[in-house]
């Protein structure tokens, strides 16, 4: 299975921004979805974003307008671009893939976003 490293999380004040990469070991079979997820303390883990090997994007309403999913196919490596940061998404932050391979998990980074 690939294996997926998360980068980029840290702590910001709040209306700050910050840029997570997801790097993949190796090609990611196609066709294939990558997402980001996220889990606050005490709450369910949830999706945040989702990009497909073709480029379309899909996003959570609580960060529409604020987050941005891209991807470079030639690094295998997913990106998320989070301006205007709020409390509320203070959270651990995990990239996924769902391909014809099967569902790999990164280890997550922290996000801290302070008031």
């Known amino acids: 299975q690939v294996q997926l490293v998360e980068s980029g999380g840290g702590l910001v004040q709040a209306g700050g921004s910050l840029r997570l990469s997801c790097a993949a070991s190796?090609?990611?079979?196609?066709?294939?979805?990558m997402y980001w997820y996220r889990q606050a303390p005490g709450k369910q883990r949830e999706v945040v974003a989702a990009i497909t090997s073709a480029g379309g994007t899909n996003y959570a309403d609580s960060v529409k307008g604020r987050f941005t999913i891209s991807r470079d196919n030639a690094k295998d490596t997913v990106y998320l671009q989070m301006n205007s940061l709020k409390p509320e998404d203070t959270a651990v932050y995990y990239c996924?893939?769902?391909?014809?391979?099967?569902?790999?998990w990164g280890q997550g980074t922290q996000v801290t976003v302070s008031s």
């Open positions: 190796r090609s990611i079979f196609s066709p294939n979805v």
């Open positions: 996924n893939v769902k391909s014809p391979d099967g569902s790999s």
